[in-house]
């Protein structure tokens, strides 16, 4: 997926991964990885995404990574929030109090580690394979030790579609992560509608707890 697919998915509005919600999984698994209020978190490929309010009204210092300007506009303006804009290195930084957006390439992300932790649910899925295992890469540089990563993935069966989303099953998840995480899976979950909307015979939603070494 090159960033003109996606520059083109936000223009056009082809944003189906959007959800209208708080993704549930987050909601059912985030208090188990016991963060302190205080922790930073790192939100890849984040979008628009409710997800980012959430994270933020859980006293955490929230870190979005976005290439769309459409979609960091639209996240602010949805809210009714007024963000700071200005440059921050390679990123255009959109900000309120505990939340920021970075417009711009999650691969420009120092490799340093500056996060206490991460949520994954949009990024691993919409990478194909040499893109996916680069981000594994770089969410590992960007994680502290003993850092958790949230991540949320599907495990499709059937059909004939290239994605993205992509399937990345739970043997997918160790193969990219075990190098750099200790890695645990929490819930594996029925998704008939999605599977319905992405013309696959069935889909599962699983949710995985990492911890970085």
């Known amino acids: 997926m090159t960033p003109d697919f996606w520059q083109e998915a936000w223009r056009i509005g082809r ?4 959800q209208a919600d708080v993704d549930a999984q987050l909601a059912a698994h985030w208090p188990t990885l016991d963060l302190p209020p205080s922790a930073r978190v790192l939100v890849p490929l984040c979008g628009k995404s409710l997800d ?4 933020r009204d859980r006293g955490h210092e929230v870190v979005g990574v976005e290439l769309s300007p459409l979609a960091c506009e639209a ?3 949805e809210a009714g929030v007024e963000p700071t804009v200005e440059t921050s290195g390679p990123y255009t930084a959109w900000s309120t109090e505990g939340l920021t957006i970075l417009q711009g390439d999650v691969f420009d992300l120092p490799a340093e580690p500056a996060f206490d932790a991460a949520y994954d649910r949009a990024a691993t899925v919409a990478l194909p394979d040499d893109l996916r295992r680069r981000h594994a890469r770089g969410l590992a540089a ?3 030790p003993g850092a958790p990563l949230l991540l949320v993935t599907f495990d499709m069966d059937g059909g004939d579609r290239a994605g993205p989303p992509f399937p990345v099953p ?3 998840v160790h193969q990219l992560y075990d190098a750099s995480f200790d890695v645990r899976t929490l819930a594996r979950t029925p998704s008939p509608e999605l599977a319905k909307a992405l013309g696959v015979d069935t889909c599962h939603t699983e949710t995985h707890a990492l911890v970085r070494r």
């Open 75 to 77: 996240f602010f303006r």
């Open 142 to 144: 960007a994680l502290k």
């Open 52 to 55: 980012l309010w959430w994270l």
């Open 170 to 172: 739970a043997a997918a």
């Open 15 to 18: 944003i189906g991964f959007h």
